[in-house]
T-cell receptor, first 113, second 110 residues
């Protein structure tokens, strides 16, 4: 059974640009969550989608947005990039809502210069 | 505010030297506590889910336990391949998210 896939794996962008990251969950999983991981802040929750609806959002500015498609694939977008947005962005899939385990992808390493 | 604190931040052991990692939490109703392992440059790998105080789960050299305020990850006779960062996370009641601790970086020397 294939795991969570994320593309691209590495990305270098310039301040002020925007970026779109993609996540394909495990087959049959309908919930997708996004997290930002930095050395200083650790893993922080961005948002969660289930059946194309955003169910919860973390404490991030409106520059961070996401969406989910009918096939459960998800994208997140960051507009007007700042240096502090450099991080590992992780996508996690879960079979449904509730206290199920989340399975993480390998992440997208974003570097903003 | 929901909070997870892991200790120690880093731990260095000799191969075969057993120890425990701690995860203490304050949460508005616990829907689940999760342990993950993360290797450098990779996403977290799921290890265990614990739901209620007194519950225990085991997998190879790892054993996770849960009380009302903390969880322990016991590592018995570790091997160098157990070296990784171990992350603890909680899912609060009514919240569709995981709240993570900062992790414990474990190094096992041969």
């Amino acid at each position: 059974k294939a795991g969570v896939t994320q593309t691209p794996r590495y990305l270098i962008k310039t301040r002020g640009q925007q970026v779109t990251l993609s996540c394909s969950p495990i087959s049959g999983h309908r919930s997708v969550s996004w997290y930002q991981q930095t050395p200083g802040q650790g893993l922080q929750f961005l948002f969660e989608y289930f059946s194309e609806t955003q169910r919860n959002k973390g404490n991030f500015p409106g520059r961070f947005s996401g969406r989910q498609f009918s096939n459960s694939r998800s994208e997140m977008n960051v507009s007007t990039l700042e240096l502090g947005d450099s991080a590992l962005y992780l996508c996690a899939s879960m079979i449904g809502t509730g206290a199920y385990e989340q399975y993480f992808g390998p992440g997208t390493r974003l570097t903003v210069t | 505010e929901d909070q997870v604190t892991q200790s120690p931040e880093a731990l260095r052991l000799q191969e075969g030297e057993s120890s425990s990692l701690n995860c203490s939490y304050t949460v508005s109703g616990l829907r689940g506590l999760f342990w993950y392992r993360q290797d450098p440059g990779k996403g977290p790998e799921f290890l265990f889910t614990l739901y209620s105080a007194g519950e225990e789960k085991e997998k190879e050299r790892l054993k996770a336990t849960l009380t009302k305020k903390e969880s322990f990850l016991h590592i018995t006779a570790p091997k160098p391949e157990d070296s990784a960062t171990y992350l603890c996370a909680v899912r609060p009641q009514g919240a569709q998210k995981l709240v993570f601790g900062q992790g414990t970086r474990l190094t096992i020397n041969p």
